[in-house]
């Protein structure tokens, strides 16, 4: 896959890229966060459970995200990587609060499958981790050696991410699923389309379109509670700025992949064979660099 702009332009050739999923080897006490509701991914999920999904779908190749907030993940998922050409980045993790973050970065540029970095911000008892001065340090170096930089939140964390992504303002950032909104309350609060409003003027901050049936209520939602949020992302993002993932497999607890797939197809159906090629693919092709 071609990774400059002349080649990878938003244009109807473009790749099809699913620029957020998984894999794990199950086990019950690193992936505690799997509550017993979520039964139904209590199991390993590798290469070789996703690649015929993608394939059947029409979609090109995935980008790998971290789950476990170790480097022995990184190199697990390097591995895969390098093991299954259909994967065609991977966004690990780092400590960016380490003294030696910068030696490790510096390692790193040997793997160019390795795009990014994220941290479980949502996490975090400290709800403005993210402005912690020590993170903040490792933060700026992200930009000297290419990488991207994953956010994973909570709606009530959005106001620190607009000063996050504001400090740094030539930091590529990509919010992820949308900053996890309360779909299942079936109602979108003024103050969430502010929020969103206000780190989207942040040209620097792109959107994954991700994640949305999971928050929603798993067993009972329908399509159009989806709208108002999607209108409200490509209101403030643009189309230049928003990307496609599934969040296969966690997205199993309440739908199938092709389920995630037909909601955004169908929103997105009328716009331009441009735009549609652009959040599909070429958005997160000159993103992650893939």
Not at 234 to 256: H, K, N, Q, Y
Not at 259 to 287: C, H, R
């Amino acid at each position: 896959m071609a990774s400059n702009n002349s080649e990878n332009s938003n244009t109807g050739g473009s790749a099809k890229i699913d620029a957020h999923q998984h894999f794990w080897k199950y086990d019950p006490v690193r992936h505690a966060w799997i509550t017993p509701e979520m039964h139904v991914i209590q199991r390993d999920f590798l290469p070789s459970d996703l690649h015929p999904v993608l394939q059947q779908a029409g979609i090109d190749g995935c980008v790998l995200v971290q789950v476990d907030q170790t480097l022995e993940e990184n190199d697990y998922l390097l591995d895969l990587a390098k093991e299954n050409d259909f994967i065609k980045g991977v966004v690990g993790w780092i400590d960016l609060r380490d003294p030696e973050v910068e030696q490790k970065l510096a390692h790193y540029k040997r793997y160019p499958r390795l795009k990014g970095f994220r941290h479980i911000l949502q996490g975090e008892h400290d709800r403005a981790f993210m402005l912690n001065p020590n993170f903040k340090r490792g933060i700026a170096l992200l930009e000297r050696y290419g990488y991207t930089y994953d956010i994973l939140i909570y709606p009530d964390q959005l106001g620190y991410t607009r000063d996050f992504v504001a400090a740094f303002p030539d930091q590529p950032f990509v919010l992820d699923h949308i900053a996890k909104p309360h779909i299942k309350d079936r109602y979108i609060t003024e103050e969430w389309k502010a929020a969103i409003r206000a780190v989207a003027a942040h040209k620097n901050l792109h959107c994954k379109i991700s994640g949305m049936v999971t928050e929603a209520d798993w067993a009972h939602w329908k399509p159009e509670h989806f709208r108002v949020y999607l209108d409200t992302i490509v209101e403030a993002f643009g189309t230049s700025r928003i990307m496609f993932g599934s969040d296969w497999p966690v997205c199993l607890v309440a739908a199938s992949y092709d389920q995630v797939l037909q909601i955004v197809a169908d929103y997105f159906a009328p716009f331009s064979e441009t735009d549609k090629a652009a959040f599909f693919g070429g958005n997160a092709i000159n993103f992650y660099k893939l």
